[in-house]
């Protein structure tokens, strides 16, 4: 059996949750408002959910403008680690200036309290990169998705978890061949991003028909339903399907079996990047 891990969600819904929770998926959450911190720690009562639920909290770039550390700081200090924080001119039109500040208040929040930090840092790789250099601390950086500034991450104590476009974009794949296997581990960022990169990546590989390996040809049969051999258990929980698709996908561009990675990416989770949580 494959040992799947999430090392970046959100709250998902219901449904989301019970894949998780039914797959004993250790999956880190992410609440990016207060609203959804104090549901994040709500979940985290109910039965069950201490065999996959570990909490994070932060104030996600997208929602810069709305909220002061003041109205997360409490969530922040209940929380193993926090994020999703970053900057994005990609996805967002809050101002970067806005985003600054906050990113930066967070970070030193975290730096100070010794809680390693999920990363969000679309369209601002080198920024992020560089804000870091005055708050060591341990970050994980999401679903990077930059062909520029790896070695600006990789010189810092920065870990990276690969998103479930790696089976078709090319940028994910050089973070997947590049970073060393105890600094790598996978995520979905929740099922709509897996969604997303699904539709995405049809749309990429109608314009390139060409090159597919067996496991893209399978993936764009049957995006949900990815069993693989003895796997079959999988088939319809899309939070297992997605992470082990991106488990062998990651797994093949390193040359090792998909049980060795999977035991790794959990171990860069707990045992690496959380450290201290138990
Ligand atoms: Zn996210």
Redesign the pocket.
Known sequence: MWILSDA???LGDERERLERQEAGILSLL?A?TPGEAEELFRMQGKQGTEQYLIPACGI?PWQADRYSLEDMEPWILRAPAVG?IGMDSVWCRISLKVQEAIFRQQLELAAKAGKPV?L?TKGQEKEVASALRQYPNRYLV??YSCEEYLEDYLGQDCWFSVGPDVWWNPAVQKVAKTVPMDRLLIET??LE?VKWAAEEGRKYLGQRRQGLSGSMEQWEEDPWGFGGGEHQWGTENRVFSSLAHTLKTVADLKGIRPETAGKQFRDNLVLGFLQVYN
Request: overall charge negative; hydrophobic content about 20%.
């Open positions: 970046h969600g959100h992410c990016s996600h999703e999920i969000h999401h679903w960022d929740g991003a």
